[in-house]
């Protein structure tokens, strides 16, 4: 049984667009297309590696996993070959990144500061042009400032002075700690 899973395009870079890379091997590429017209799915014409490891994913996984919806229609929406929408949906599944059973969270004590009297949250990531947490700071912008003032939430990133930069001088200013990796 094959499962393919994706959190992100392979197609797209994180800024929507297209990677290239060619497949110079031509008796590969033809090889590939008689299996698609063995299974009757559309044959493109294209050498691009990433189209490829998508498209393949697509037509002969058992199971196609996508981490979050969004994803997954973001996927879905902007591939070439449209017709191959309908099979994905028959076997996908989405599944959010699983998570590690509880004891792994005790294995190392931290010294990280929490402020009990806050509800705390964290983000674990980077950012980039189209990942930011732009849905969360919509959400925290309306509320009340007697709630938020009850919230941190706790960011550890690569570009912490990046982010600082961007919440500087804003009513949310105080709500997050910004910290590296």
């Not at 290239?20 to 014409?45: C, D, Q, W």
């Not at 393949?56 to 070439?80: C, G, H, W």
């Not at 017709?83 to 028959?90: C, D, G, S, T």
Request: aromatic share 14%; glycine share 4%; net charge negative.
């Amino acid at each position: 049984k094959w499962t393919a899973e994706f959190s992100d395009p392979v197609i797209y870079n994180i800024h929507g667009q297209e990677r290239k890379g060619s497949i110079t091997n031509r008796a590969f590429l033809e090889g590939i297309k008689k299996e698609l017209y063995r299974v009757k799915a559309p044959i493109p014409e294209s050498d691009n590696i990433f189209f490829w490891c998508e498209y393949l994913s697509y037509v002969f996984a058992d199971v196609i996993l996508f981490t979050n919806e969004n994803q997954k229609d973001y996927m879905l929406n902007r591939f070439p070959v449209q017709e191959v929408k309908p099979l994905v949906l028959q076997k996908c599944i989405v599944s959010h990144h699983p998570v590690l059973p509880e004891m792994f969270y005790y294995i190392q004590e931290s010294n990280y500061p929490i402020n009990t009297s806050f509800v705390n949250l964290a983000y674990f990531g980077a950012f980039y042009q189209t990942r930011k947490l732009n849905e969360l700071i919509d959400a925290l912008g309306m509320l009340e400032q007697e709630e938020t003032d009850k919230i941190k939430i706790h960011v550890f990133t690569e570009n912490a002075d990046l982010f600082k930069k961007e919440i500087r001088g804003t009513e949310l200013e105080s709500v997050f700690q910004i910290n590296p990796y």
